[in-house]
């Protein structure tokens, strides 16, 4: 009402119009809060189309220079399963039909196994310090909590939350990663094998932002105070409410499934109609709403002779030619 309305109209509603001011500021900030993890969400998830584009690039090259090496196999494996040669003359046969040059530029290719996500979160990486640039407010202002199953990724988030604000670089090592999909498992592996702090921050805090964001979407975390992003238990009855509604519940149920039982069933007639039942009868069915008619059913008659040639009967009694 207070959107819609205007000053002069504000005026005229006296005591009246602090009590809708007052709605309307209340109802602002949940709508704000709600567009701000909202932006939020767009932002993070803006950034994965990028990551896949360059994982296809990416894939796309690694099966160009793949086929050489398939090509090699084709030509190896033959070789390599013939039980008639030796196994001394192997090496030998292989230098001379494929050529030491073609070795040597196929195994000077750089070949290393792909991860799980095929680089999708080394993809990602890249576009770190632009999340940077507000992942830190909105993880400090907005007041994120976690439902059952969620205290790894809560205790994680407050970790962040101090790593933030101290300006620290190093995860700690105690760090929960339970969170982490398995397909990005191998990265937080790797950099800590490895002992590098700062792929082992940019990773870690990549899953921390994305487990937050996949949170939001399936209700697992919430914001109070919001209205799209609410706790799911909130809709729900309390025990203690709960005890006082079920038996009216119980009520409504057992009368709703009883008025919508039909009191008849489908009725079969006594006799068959006869063939000589015109075109405007029709079965009946009698329940318990209403009576009403079925599609009508014609039986056929028997052609008989008229006036006319059996050629140009239309069988019917009923028609004008006849």
Not at 153 to 168: D, I, P, Q, V, Y
Request: one cysteine or more; a positive charge.
């Amino acid at each position: 009402m207070a959107r819609r309305s205007t000053v002069q109209g504000l005026k005229r509603r006296e005591e009246r119009r602090y009590l809708i001011l007052l709605a309307l500021v209340a109802q602002s900030a949940v709508d704000q809060l709600d567009e701000v993890i909202a932006l939020f969400d767009q932002a993070v998830s803006a950034r994965e189309p990028h990551a896949k584009a360059k994982t296809d690039e990416a894939l796309a090259e690694r099966a160009k220079k793949g086929e050489a090496r398939q090509l090699l196999m084709d030509v190896i494996l033959p070789i390599l399963v013939d039980p008639g040669i030796d196994g001394d003359q192997v090496g030998g046969i292989l230098r001379e039909r494929i050529g030491m040059d073609k070795l040597r530029e196929v195994s000077a290719i750089n070949w290393k196994p792909l991860p799980r996500d095929h680089g999708r979160l080394a993809a990602l990486e890249a576009s770190y310090t632009y999340l940077r640039r507000f992942t830190p407010k909105v993880l400090s202002t907005v007041d994120f909590h976690g439902g059952p199953g969620t205290q790894d990724l809560m205790t994680a988030l407050s970790m962040l939350k101090e790593l933030n604000r101290t300006g620290g670089r190093k995860v700690p090592a105690g760090a929960p990663t339970s969170f982490v999909p398995a397909r990005y498992a191998d990265y937080l592996a790797k950099a800590r094998k490895a002992g590098d702090d700062t792929a082992l921050r940019h990773y870690w805090e990549l899953c921390v932002v994305l487990a937050l964001r996949d949170g939001l979407r399936s209700g697992d975390v919430f914001v109070p105070g919001s209205r799209r992003y609410a706790d799911p238990g909130t809709y729900l009855f309390t025990p203690e409410q709960w005890e006082g509604k079920r038996a009216s519940a119980r009520r409504s149920t057992t009368s709703r499934k009883s008025s919508t039982r039909p009191s008849k069933t489908w009725r079969r007639p006594s006799r068959t109609p006869p063939r000589t039942t015109s075109a405007r009868s029709a079965w009946m069915r009698r329940d318990g709403w209403s009576s009403h008619r079925c599609r009508p059913r014609t039986f056929p008659r028997r052609p008989r002779r008229c006036g006319r040639s059996w050629r140009g009967c239309c069988r019917s009694c009923r028609s004008p030619r006849c």
